[in-house]
């Protein structure tokens, strides 16, 4: 069955860089767009960034310039590279895959910005 698996968080100071990870199984990878979603405290789900099976790349427009979203389809994993992390970027981080007709999600990881 379909598997995602983030990591990477944790607390960070403001200005600073993180790199989440997602391992991805239970299908063909590599065909398949991957996203990144963020839950801050007392939010909504929001969508932060996705990344086209063939690569191509977008962003919610508050994160524009400071996250990257990258995949290894040799590894089964999608990244998402966080600079200049600000307070506001607090949440929790949820990657998720649309296969079959329906919407996957991993458990979540963590991310604090906070001195």
């Known amino acids: 069955q379909v598997q995602l698996v983030e990591s990477g968080g944790g607390l960070v100071q403001p200005g600073g860089s993180l790199r989440l990870s997602c391992a991805a199984s239970?299908?063909?990878?590599?065909?398949?767009?991957m996203g990144w979603h963020r839950q801050g405290p007392g939010k909504e789900r929001e969508w932060v960034a996705g990344?086209?099976?063939?690569?191509?790349?977008n962003y919610a427009d508050s994160m524009k310039g400071r996250f990257t979203i990258s995949r290894d389809n040799a590894k089964n994993t999608v990244y998402l590279q966080m600079n200049s992390l600000k307070p506001e970027d607090t949440a929790v981080y949820y990657c998720s895959t649309y296969v079959t007709q329906r919407r996957y999600w991993g458990q979540g990881t963590q991310v604090t910005v906070s001195s």
């Open positions: 990344i086209s099976s063939g690569g191509s790349t």
């Open positions: 239970g299908f063909t990878f590599s065909r398949f767009g």
